[in-house]
Nanobody
Framework: QVQLVESGGGSVQPGGSLRLSCAAS????????IGWFRQAPGKEREGVSC????????YYADSVKGRFTISRDIAKNTVYLQMNSLKPEDTAVYYC??????????????????RGKGTLVTVSS
């Protein structure tokens, strides 16, 4: 059974950091493109960062460039999102999805893609 489980969310002050994890089971992340997405209340879903199956290309939303970094550990079958210099506008539920379309030009996913339940990130003073 394909499953994605996110963790690492929480409450942090502006300027703080968090590292989100997405653990995959039922399949291997090796040679599979995967991405992080977020949705805040009242806002549209946004592709935050995606990484290609070969890790040769990545995509970052303009709003997070220079602050967020996507990576993965094949041995742990886990993908990470390191988030630094967090801002209140980063507050959202973050979830991982595979398969995805893109990168580097885009970061979207298919209707039938697998996604986790998400982890809440709250940035507030």
């Amino acid at each position: 059974q394909v499953q994605l489980v996110e963790s690492g969310g929480g409450s942090v002050q502006p300027g703080g950091s968090l590292r989100l994890s997405c653990a995959a089971s039922g399949f291997t992340l090796d040679n599979r493109a995967i991405g992080w997405f977020r949705q805040a209340p009242g806002k549209e879903r946004e592709g935050v960062s995606c990484i290609s199956s070969t890790e040769s290309t990545t995509y970052y939303a303009d709003s997070v460039k220079g602050r967020f970094t996507i990576s993965r550990d094949i041995a742990k079958n886990t993908v990470y999102l390191q988030m630094n210099s967090l801002k209140p506008e980063d507050t959202a539920v973050y979830y991982c999805v595979t398969p995805i379309r893109g990168p580097p030009q885009r970061c979207t996913y298919y209707t039938g893609s697998n996604r986790g339940k998400g982890t809440l990130v709250t940035v507030s003073s």
